[in-house]
């Protein structure tokens, strides 16, 4: 049966607010930050193990970058339109959690969100929209983070007047992939990564075959500050944030 229109407002509305929330939820750990002063345990660097951590990963919480991607349409299921497009995506994000020490083969968890920002030269069109983008940081070797992420969130597009793929303005891209961090200086690194992702108006209007593609992306992130709680290893739980008093 088709969707109402109400139906489909509500959708998108929704929709829109997680991604509000995600591009929000940084700013609300400002207030936990400007209170460092009356933390206990300033200024002594924290060690793990017999091991420091290295110069370069020391960070605060809050992260902002951007990546330059190149996507291309594959032929699963189908390659209809040939589509390829180019995209910015402006980022800015909070680390919820980082644990060092972590034995698990993960050991940081942020949460960002994506802007989209793009244009397909073939067949034509233009992109605009944000992600929420959860990505996993594993263990490092040397300089070199490498992560796996996952991220959906709606978008517009005028692609749907080129390629018979899509069907109506108001889109939804999830994807997923993996990449790494390579830090050249304290809190500061270039990503190179690779998504597979998905484009469709989830059932919003027929017909919706939506496409699948492949991106690849070339980008600079930068973390944070340090602040001396960090140094002193107080309130490194998860979430500690949410539990400030």
């Known amino acids: 049966m088709p969707w109402s229109f109400f139906s489909r407002c509500r959708i998108a509305t929704f929709a829109g607010i997680l991604c ?17 002063g009356s933390l206990p345990g300033a200024g002594i660097r924290k060690t793990y193990g017999s091991a420091q951590e290295p110069f370069w990963a020391a960070h605060g919480r809050l ?5 330059f991607g190149y996507g291309l349409e594959n032929n699963i299921p189908r390659d209809i339109s040939h589509i390829q497009m180019m995209v910015v995506e402006p980022q800015v994000g909070i680390i919820a959690w ?10 940081r968890f942020e949460i960002s969100s994506q802007g989209i920002l793009g244009i397909a030269y073939q067949p034509g069109g233009y992109l605009l929209g944000n992600s929420l983008l959860f ?15 996952a991220g959906s969130g709606p978008l517009y597009t ?12 108001l889109q939804f891209l999830s994807q997923g992939g993996a990449g790494i961090q390579y830090f050249f200086k304290p809190q ?3 990503i190179f990564a690779y998504r597979y992702f998905h484009m469709s108006n989830g059932g919003l209007q027929e017909p919706n075959y939506g496409f699948n593609g492949s991106m690849v992306t070339l980008g600079f992130c930068w973390l944070g500050r340090p602040h001396q709680f960090l140094s002193a290893g107080v309130y490194r739980r998860p979430f500690h944030f949410l539990h400030l008093r």
């Open 158 to 169: 005028t692609l749907n007047h080129g390629a018979k793929e899509i069907s109506g303005h």
């Open 63 to 67: 992260t902002f970058g951007f990546e």
């Open 188 to 190: 500061h690194a270039l």
């Open 98 to 107: 980082d644990s060092p020490r972590s034995r698990l083969p993960v050991e």
């Open 135 to 149: 990505r996993f940081g594993l263990h490092p070797v040397g300089r070199v983070a490498p992560f796996i992420d």
């Open 20 to 36: 509000w929330i995600a591009a929000l939820v940084p700013l609300g750990c400002l207030h936990a930050s400007s209170r460092v």
